[in-house]
């Protein structure tokens, strides 16, 4: 059985360290790594009328499949294999689902540094409430 790992990623410096830290160590990494792409769709429409909605999710869908296929290149051109997958949805809910849902044995997370813990805290972060909900062992770099 060739284990399946998922790894969320967004439009961020913390995606492409991630990235790089998987390349990195891409040794450790010899099975299906499955990249997730979740477009958070439940802020970013509240303030855009109906009729453009539809050009709105397509033009988001468009942006991140071009984001998602650099990735993708980056990790086969090291003889990873890859699969890509995209959501519609609040990060924070649909990766711990799909991860428990789905039977992924590991997660690769990235974490933003530099925030601060007490912002962590108060708030919350996508990485500190993926961490706490999912079934499967959690990398976090």
Sequence with gaps: MNPRILIPINDSAT?????????SNRERFGARLVLLHVINDQLAYRMIPDFQIEMVRENAMQA???????????????GLEVELRMEFGMPRRLIPQIANNEDFQLLVLGRRSGRGEIRDVLFGSVANYVLHNVRC?????
């Design 64 to 78: 991140a499949t071009e984001r998602m296929g650099k990735l993708a290149d980056k990790l086969r051109g090291a």
């Design 137 to 141: 062992p959690v990398l976090l770099f």
């Design 15 to 23: 995606t492409h360290k991630t990235i790089d830290d998987i390349l």
